[in-house]
């Protein structure tokens, strides 16, 4: 019986001993890893985690009046509750014409829980147009960085802007205005501007095949079709939607926002899997075009 124990402890010594360097080249490997992308956030994807309402972070949120600000209509601030990761990229977002932040509040929390600082707004007045919600857009940026109670928490160098409808259309104004920018998405955007030849932002642009506000033919195509060839870009066109769907929790609307927004602010090439090859049109997708390979 003593030499049938002292046998399996031998075996499982000698197990231990040749797993060891598979544990340790694991280990290198995922410390590699993370060196190759320092802004790298969370664990590795799955479609399962980038769909969720909620990714791995828990989140905090905090109010900023407009009583505290001139430049935009105040908002929420959302953010990751930990700082065991350092620092994370950051996007604003903007509502559009005769809308409120709560009209795009549901991403606040949604694209937060998933590694981001997110600054749903208001803007001035209700009425304000595109090329105004794009400076609030920037302004609120900069008051994220450099005034917010929040702002040791946001790495100014990684930043972004989302907007619906008018406030899409902001999206493309601050995009062209401020080349820095990481990322742009704006969601059933509309401009009178169907021209976007200046801009350098990695650009994915999202349209809906029943909006009648901002018809895609005449609104989110050519903004597609006017960005530069050589530039990362993509749309997404949204199957069965119309123009209010981004006021609304939206799976694919949130799935490919975390993607790009991973791709491009955080530089996180895990994310490259669920934009290339490009999506195929599905229940949800009426159809998806992109200039694939990324990061070009």
Not at 137 to 145: C, K, M, W
Not at 181 to 201: H, S
Not at 203 to 225: N, R
Not at 226 to 248: I, M, R, V
């Amino acid at each position: 019986m003593k030499r049938h124990t002292a046998a399996a402890a031998a075996a499982l010594s000698c197990l231990a001993f040749l797993a060891a360097p598979a544990a340790t080249a694991t280990a290198a490997t995922t410390a590699a890893a993370a060196a190759d992308n320092p802004y790298q956030r969370g664990p590795a994807p799955t479609v399962a985690s980038i769909e969720a309402a909620r990714g791995s972070y828990a989140v905090s949120q905090t109010r900023v009046s407009s009583l505290a600000v001139t430049t935009f209509g105040g908002g929420t601030i959302y953010y990751p509750t930990s700082t065991s990761d350092g620092t994370f990229g950051a996007v604003v977002i903007s509502p559009g014409f005769t809308a409120y932040e709560s009209s795009i509040a549901w991403l606040g929390p949604r694209l937060a829980s998933q590694g981001f600082v997110v600054f749903t707004i208001d803007t001035l007045t209700t009425l304000d147009q595109p090329d105004s919600r794009g400076r609030q857009l920037l302004a609120a940026l900069d008051y994220l960085t450099q005034r917010s109670t929040v702002r040791a928490r946001v790495d100014a160098s990684r930043l972004g802007v989302m907007g619906h409808s008018m406030g899409g259309g902001g999206t493309l104004e601050a995009a062209k205005s401020r080349p820095s920018l990481k990322a742009a998405i704006p969601l059933t955007g509309w401009n009178t501007d169907k021209t976007w030849p200046e801009i350098t932002t990695p650009t994915l642009i999202v349209g809906a095949d029943g909006d009648t506000v901002a018809p895609v033919a005449t609104h989110s195509e050519p903004f597609y079709e006017s960005l530069p060839a050589s530039l990362d870009k993509a749309y997404l066109e949204l199957n069965g939607a119309t123009h209010f769907t981004p006021n609304s929790s939206d799976t694919t609307i949130a799935k490919y926002s975390v993607s790009w927004l991973k791709r491009f602010i955080d530089d996180d090439t895990r994310y490259d899997q669920f934009l290339c090859p490009l999506p195929r049109p599905s229940l949800t997708i009426e159809e998806y075009r992109g200039t694939c390979p990324l990061g070009s």
